[in-house]
């Protein structure tokens, strides 16, 4: 990915339409008269990896001030692309599959099985108790990391 044409750079296109090109807005003027995506586009593009988090490239969406994000693979290759509305619907996942999900994917194995959780509102609770206390903070951290998950209160004793 070598740039990307934005919203912005339409816009700019527009209003620069026939301005002078002596005027000191020479690269500004220069792109309303573009004709070629390539002469258009901002570049180079912000992109982010495929493997990014969703956190992270809310971040780069926020801090760079884009709408959409090209997403690459290890060798700059275009995978996709996420919208600010993609990163909006993880928060907007329902509590019955946020729960679903930490059960399968962080509850599953056979050591957790006095482990269970609740989520109400993207908040996540932890209750029940386990053999080995060094597995709390591990569990925490998994959670949090579900896609959707606001918050973890960890309710959990030994046994």
Do not use: H, Q, W, Y
Not at 10 to 26: H, M, N, Q, T, W
């Amino acid at each position: 990915v070598v740039g990307v044409v934005s919203e912005a750079d339409l816009l700019l296109k527009e209003a620069f339409r026939g301005a002078d090109p002596l005027s000191g807005e020479v690269g500004r003027a220069a792109k309303a008269g573009a004709v070629r995506a390539g002469d258009l586009m901002s570049s180079p593009a912000v992109t982010v990896r495929a493997g990014a988090s969703l956190a992270e490239a809310a971040r780069i969406m926020a801090r760079r001030k884009v709408k959409r994000l090209p997403v690459v693979n290890e060798i700059g290759l275009l995978e996709g692309v996420v919208s600010r509305s993609d990163l909006l619907k993880v928060f907007l996942r329902e509590d019955g599959e946020i729960e679903a999900e930490i059960r399968r994917s962080v509850l599953g194995g056979p050591a957790l099985t006095g482990v269970d959780v609740t989520v109400t509102e993207g908040v996540a609770t932890l209750r029940g108790t386990l053999a080995d206390r060094s597995l709390v903070p591990l569990l925490a951290r998994a959670a949090r990391a579900v896609e959707g998950v606001v918050d973890v209160r960890v309710e959990l004793g030994t046994t």
